[in-house]
Protein backbone atom coordinates (compact mmCIF):
# COMPACT_ATOMS: atom_id res chain seq x y z
CA UNK A 1 0.00 0.00 0.00
CA UNK A 2 2.97 2.56 0.89
CA UNK A 3 4.25 1.37 -2.18
CA UNK A 4 1.51 2.48 -4.62
CA UNK A 5 0.55 6.05 -2.70
CA UNK A 6 4.39 6.83 -2.94
CA UNK A 7 3.73 5.97 -7.10
CA UNK A 8 1.08 7.94 -7.31
CA UNK A 9 2.54 11.27 -5.29
CA UNK A 10 5.78 10.40 -7.64
CA UNK A 11 3.15 10.50 -10.71
CA UNK A 12 1.60 13.91 -9.60
CA UNK A 13 5.00 15.68 -8.31
CA UNK A 14 6.29 14.84 -12.19
CA UNK A 15 3.31 16.28 -13.42
CA UNK A 16 3.82 19.50 -11.55
CA UNK A 17 7.69 19.63 -12.65
CA UNK A 18 7.01 19.16 -15.89
CA UNK A 19 3.87 22.28 -15.50
CA UNK A 20 6.77 24.13 -14.18
CA UNK A 21 9.50 23.26 -16.47
CA UNK A 22 7.18 24.28 -19.48
CA UNK A 23 5.97 27.67 -18.26
CA UNK A 24 8.31 28.99 -15.67
CA UNK A 25 10.93 30.12 -18.56
CA UNK A 26 8.31 31.56 -20.48
CA UNK A 27 7.40 33.74 -18.04
CA UNK A 28 10.78 34.58 -17.14
CA UNK A 29 12.04 35.55 -20.51
CA UNK A 30 9.03 37.88 -20.53
CA UNK A 31 9.20 39.35 -17.23
CA UNK A 32 5.88 39.09 -16.08
CA UNK A 33 4.73 38.12 -12.77
CA UNK A 34 3.94 34.55 -11.64
CA UNK A 35 0.36 33.70 -11.96
CA UNK A 36 -1.65 31.16 -9.36
CA UNK A 37 -1.59 28.45 -11.43
CA UNK A 38 2.43 28.66 -11.26
CA UNK A 39 2.49 28.89 -7.47
CA UNK A 40 -0.17 26.47 -6.79
CA UNK A 41 2.22 24.25 -8.92
CA UNK A 42 5.25 24.70 -6.91
CA UNK A 43 3.34 24.25 -3.57
CA UNK A 44 1.84 21.25 -5.07
CA UNK A 45 5.29 19.92 -5.86
CA UNK A 46 6.52 20.73 -2.58
CA UNK A 47 4.14 19.28 -0.38
CA UNK A 48 4.48 16.03 -2.77
CA UNK A 49 8.39 16.25 -2.02
CA UNK A 50 7.66 16.50 1.63
CA UNK A 51 5.01 13.57 1.64
CA UNK A 52 8.05 11.17 -0.42
CA UNK A 53 10.36 11.76 1.86
CA UNK A 54 8.09 11.21 4.68
CA UNK A 55 6.73 7.66 3.19
CA UNK A 56 10.26 6.64 2.93
CA UNK A 57 11.96 4.08 4.68
CA UNK A 58 14.66 5.02 7.34
CA UNK A 59 18.12 4.09 5.90
CA UNK A 60 19.51 1.18 8.50
CA UNK A 61 22.32 2.30 10.73
CA UNK A 62 25.64 2.71 9.74
CA UNK A 63 27.60 -0.72 10.63
CA UNK A 64 30.98 -0.48 11.64
CA UNK A 65 33.45 -3.56 11.76
Known sequence: MKKKLSIAILI???IQ???L???LPQII???QEFPREIKLSAVI???CLGVLLFLKDPAPPFKGD
Open 45 to 47: AGI
Open 29 to 31: LLG
Open 17 to 19: IGY
Open 12 to 14: VFF
Open 21 to 23: SYH
